[in-house]
């Protein structure tokens, strides 16, 4: 379908992606290589479109956690190796193995069958460790002899050691500080044995905005890689050096109509209007992944570079209040998001009306707008 028989789109800067990639190096340790993590379809950006910007950028992995996408990775022909989280059963080893993906290991049956699933050479594998935050993995106090048996197994190769340590706040970033002591620890007593594997991960997207050094030679990014903040308090970390990759988000004005004084039009709980009003209309609503307004909130959208009230945000349609841009006309651009002229509208406000937070959001418009990406030296795509 094309924009014009239902226009709703939304942009991605993939420019801004590798400033973000680059931003994230300056603030690692030397030496440390990136991890991009892609899971959930590049946190709503497309996995496929961003890998492909990132696959000659230098990483370490691609990870993700859909079997599915990381299939996609792999019939691009990115050189970079597609890393699976931990997620699937014992029996589902040998479709991960198969399919030329590297699996989490995070129990003995696991490790079994990604072994049995080898044909003719040893399988590689990353391993994942609970270092406390409680989810998946194997525990900190069993890892050091689940990883002494494995290097006795043939058909595996522990080519990585990960853990995840997310945190949202100051209180969270105590925690993962002590959490990384432990894991350092660890990394030091197979270091000991001759045990490490050539990757070792701890550090995410909340560690380096935070500046939490660790002993491992990788880190695994996702919030930062787009611009999204991982933090609940803004004032643990400044990562004003973060932009969103999605850059706009749009539609245009399908019908525009004038309501006299005393119009008994119902739109946002009206049912008659004390003065003229003019409206608008663009096709874009919860459907599209819009949420309905918070109570209390002021939502606006730009058109003509100027700001346009949002009275309602029903399935399919959003309804505008033109006053105050009185030329504007069907076929008009309506921004949620991006800037038009002086006036810009960002991520941050579209979330906060929303009433969500930004990645949130980002997700809920994933897949049911028109995408388009631009720059990466790739010119504008779209899929």
Known sequence: MSEAAHPGWAVYDLDRLLANLAAIRRRCA??????????????????????????????AAFM??????????????????????????PEGMADLVGAGLVPTIV??????????????KPAPVYVKVDAGLGRLGVPLEEAEGFLAGLADMP????????????????????????????FDALLARLEARGLAPPVTQAGASASVA????????????????????????ASVADVSAFKPVLAEVGSRLVQVSDHPQGSDIAIAGSYGIRRGRRTGVAPVG??????????????????RGRRAPILAVSLEHLTLDLSEVEDAA?????????????????????????????????????GRLAAHYRGAAGGATRI
């Open 155 to 182: 058909g595996l190769e522990v080519q990585g050691l990960y853990t995840h340590l997310p945190f949202g706040d100051a209180r969270g970033r105590d925690w993962a500080r002590e959490r990384f002591d432990a």
């Open 30 to 59: 030397p030496g440390q290589a990136c991890i991009a993590a892609l899971k959930g379809n590049a946190y709503g950006h497309g996995a496929a479109p961003v890998a492909r910007a990132l696959d000659g950028e230098g990483l």
């Open 64 to 89: 993700t956690g859909s079997f599915d996408e990381a299939c996609r990775l792999r019939a691009e022909g990115l050189r970079t190796p597609v890393v699976m989280f931990a997620g699937a059963l």
């Open 330 to 366: 069907v076929g008009d651009a309506v921004l949620l998001l991006g800037g038009d002229g002086g006036a810009a509208i960002g991520l941050g406000e579209l979330a906060a009306w929303s009433g969500r937070r930004e990645l949130d959001t980002v997700l809920a418009l994933s």
């Open 107 to 120: 129990d003995r049956a696991g490790a079994e069958a990604a072994a049995q699933a080898a044909a003719g």
């Open 286 to 303: 919860a459907a599209q992944g819009l949420a309905r307004p918070a109570p209390g909130s002021r939502p606006e959208a730009l058109i």
């Open 210 to 233: 935070a500046g939490l050094p660790d002993r491992s030679n990788a880190v695994c990014v996702g919030h930062l890689l787009y611009g999204l903040s991982p933090f609940a308090d």
